[in-house]
């Protein structure tokens, strides 16, 4: 985004957030808490009981039934009846994204929390994450770190995951790494409602909404994502859960997602760019990136039966070698003129990476972003 829009923007965020204050507490909750249901009726009393028993805040419960068939929709009216907090809103089965857009036009509060139907909230999560925004004016929403239960029906992939998730907490920790996958565990974040309604909610596409939303707060808007250091949430990781069905969560959805940030937030402004690692993951990333525009210059690979190959147009090249190449063909005669992209899947090998990009001066978060 240009600088002049991205001023543009943060004064409309600016303007919501006056608005924002201007709320009498009496009349409105401070949070509102945004919960989407679709056949969750086994869970879905004790997720909405966690959330209204949280301490130090008196939330609303917007519960949106996406048209469930197993009762779900029934059981949150009855609850509705019993507590004056709840607002129920029922539909037919129009997708998450719109079950999350018709509850956000019904928030009323300053914040919303977003919460799955099968998760519980700690007692203290909408407390801290309030206090933590209102300290940190400079954040769109905050999250939390979070525990997986069943702890012992994890995937190892999925331990893998919120190992890394829950690693990164500060506003340059997630930016570092939001091009690996999405950093915050969406359930577990509570977002100002002025910036969420700024950025057009969350969006329909072929792609992972919250990743999305993500991406367009950190880059199109200029804003910052946080974590509460603690572990406020519990998720629920079940066999179901759409992440692991729909395919709007598939792995060639996020790439194509993250690559058209990276060309146009972090390539482009580079004038090119090399990749770090050219087996399957990153192969992906050059097709996917070339058909925006940018071959990569350089590829640096460890493998030496690879090197001296062509891949993608670019020239295989050895670590040793990297620093010589770019300086040779970067008008800067730097090593940090091209922004370098990591792109490997394997166990351990960031951090091998680390040392190498660390021996050729390489700035992780400015001249080096790892993409898996």
Request: glycine fraction near 10%; charged fraction near 30%; charge should be positive.
């Amino acid at each position: 985004m240009k600088p002049a829009e991205l001023g543009f923007a943060r004064i409309k965020v600016a303007l919501h957030r006056s608005q924002e204050d201007n709320i009498s507490p009496s009349r409105c909750p401070a949070v509102c808490v945004l919960m989407p249901v679709r056949d969750a009726r086994g869970t879905v009393a004790r997720a909405a009981a966690s959330c209204l028993e949280q301490q130090g805040v008196e939330p609303e419960l917007i519960g949106v039934d996406d048209g469930s068939t197993d009762g779900s929709g029934e059981l949150l009216e009855g609850l509705a009846r019993r507590d004056e907090r709840i607002k129920v809103i029922r539909g037919p089965n129009r997708g998450l994204v719109a079950a999350l857009n018709a509850g956000l036009a019904e928030c009323r509060g300053r914040y919303v929390a977003r919460m799955d139907a099968d998760d519980e909230m700690l007692p203290d999560r909408l407390a801290r994450q309030v206090e933590y925004l209102m300290e940190h004016p400079e954040l769109a929403g905050v999250g939390c770190r979070v525990r997986v239960e069943p702890e012992n029906k994890m995937t190892a992939g999925a331990r893998r995951y919120l190992d890394w998730s829950n690693s990164l907490v500060t506003p340059a920790e997630i930016r570092r790494e939001i091009f690996v996958e999405s950093p915050l565990v969406h359930p577990s974040v509570t977002l100002r409602r002025g910036v969420l309604e700024t950025a057009g909610g969350w969006r329909t596409f072929d792609g992972p909404e919250d990743y999305d939303l993500w991406l367009r707060l950190v880059f199109d808007f200029g804003m910052s994502l946080a974590k509460v250091p603690e572990v406020l949430h519990l998720w629920r990781d079940r066999p179901g859960r759409l992440t692991r069905t729909d395919p709007r969560y598939r792995p060639a959805a996020f790439l194509r997602l993250k690559c058209r940030y990276l060309a146009r937030h972090v390539i482009e402004p580079r004038g090119g760019w090399v990749l770090w690692g050219c087996g399957p993951v990153g192969k992906a990333l050059a097709r996917e990136l070339a058909g925006l525009g940018w071959r990569p210059e350089a590829i640096v690979e460890v493998h030496p039966g690879r090197i001296g190959e062509v891949i993608a147009g670019a020239p295989v090249v050895p670590v040793e070698r990297a620093g010589d190449f770019c300086r040779r063909h970067s008008s800067l005669r730097s090593v940090r003129r091209f922004v370098h992209l990591g792109a490997v899947g394997q166990a351990g090998a960031r951090e091998r990476m680390r040392k190498e990009i660390g021996r050729l001066g390489l700035v992780e978060g400015v001249d080096f972003l790892f993409t898996a």
